[in-house]
């Protein structure tokens, strides 16, 4: 047991510990990546797993960024894998092969994308299913698996938040709808993060900040038009430090507004 005092409350402000979902196609891949943009937040070490990471190459900077050691990518083949990543970073990168060549400075924002994908594979392997074939007869998950997705989950989101950088998770998310009859169209009760069982619940009680991204308006060339509080996301922002709402967002953008952030960057 340890008293904290306000150096320590100050130094633990200064990290973004963000999650951040959204429907496919609001730009989660390219917020994560524009973490690579300024000095602020970059180098970057982007794990990625099952996401739309090929999108990047249509953003001259992102090329920009990978050729120069800013925005290093990793492709994830399993959860485990994670535990390697966590062992390095939180003994404070020390001389490792394989992680030295790939950057110049040490990494200041992580980035993991998607969590949804991740879940499911673990779903997948726990409950005796290959996630890498098509089956015809799929096990069921039993109620043993959701306890220990549930305690994976919530063991990876208070490892990582607790880093002394800034951390990202990105995920897909959940569409809530109401009751309606027969011949009606829908209606969107709100929106979640896309993860099964407790988690949905427990993994955004760890984060600081929620944030849902969403399209810009149709013909626009907002890529998205950030994050909300609106009474339909489920969302939250604990810094006391960002605004409810920043169109078009960067995680640079971001981080400026935290303290001891104000000043750098490109």
């Excluded at 496919?24 to 891949?29: D, E, S």
């Excluded at 995920?171 to 009606?184: A, F, H, I, S």
């Amino acid at each position: 047991m340890k008293k904290l005092n306000k150096e320590a409350l100050e130094l633990e402000a200064k990290y973004l510990r963000l999650l951040v979902y959204g429907e496919p196609g609001t730009g989660k891949t390219w917020f994560g990546a524009s973490a690579a943009l300024d000095t602020v937040s970059a180098p970057v070490l982007f794990l990625e797993y099952r996401a739309q990471i090929g999108s990047l190459r249509s953003n001259p900077d992102f090329v920009k960024a990978i050729d120069e050691k800013q925005l290093v990518i990793l492709q994830l083949d399993k959860y485990s894998e994670l535990n390697y990543v966590y062992t390095w970073l939180s003994q404070g990168c020390p001389e490792n092969q394989n992680f030295d060549e790939l950057f110049d400075a040490p990494p200041k924002t992580l980035v993991v994308d998607s969590l949804t994908e991740l879940q499911r594979s673990e779903v997948m392997r726990i409950s005796g299913n290959q996630a890498n074939k098509f089956l015809t007869d799929v096990d069921a998950p039993q109620i043993q698996h959701w306890g220990q997705l549930l305690n994976q989950f919530t063991l990876l989101a208070n490892l990582f938040y607790k880093l002394p950088m800034h951390v990202i998770f990105i995920g897909l998310e959940d569409v809530d709808y109401g009751p309606r009859n027969v011949g009606e169209a829908p209606t969107i009760q709100g929106y979640r993060l896309a993860l099964q069982g407790s988690s949905q619940r427990q993994f955004p009680a760890y984060a600081m900040t929620v944030m849902r991204l969403d399209r810009g308006p149709r013909g626009s060339n907002v890529h998205c038009i950030g994050y909300t509080k609106a009474v339909r996301a489920k969302a939250k922002e604990q810094t006391g430090f960002l605004p409810a709402k920043i169109p078009a967002p960067s995680v640079p953008q971001l981080v400026k507004y935290l303290p001891g952030n104000e000043e750098g960057g490109e």
